[in-house]
């Protein structure tokens, strides 16, 4: 997930678990640090065929 997509969704660091493990490559060859997981609801479906389930997101800022 996009860090302006985690601001926009009003989470704050609280949110995160920290992410351990080295910096993402880019495809343009820059390389990001991970700002950590957020863990969060996603429902799939609509009425009685919706489903939700624990997603895990690895939150990275976008220059």
Known sequence: M???TFE???LTERNLTPYVG???QGFNDTTTKPWGF???IV???ANETAKSI???FL???CP
């Open 43 to 45: 429902t799939v479906g």
């Open 2 to 4: 996009y860090a302006r």
């Open 59 to 61: 939150v990275v800022d």
């Open 54 to 56: 624990k997603v895990q």
């Open 8 to 10: 926009t969704l009003q």
């Open 22 to 24: 080295s910096d993402l």
């Open 38 to 40: 957020v863990d969060l």
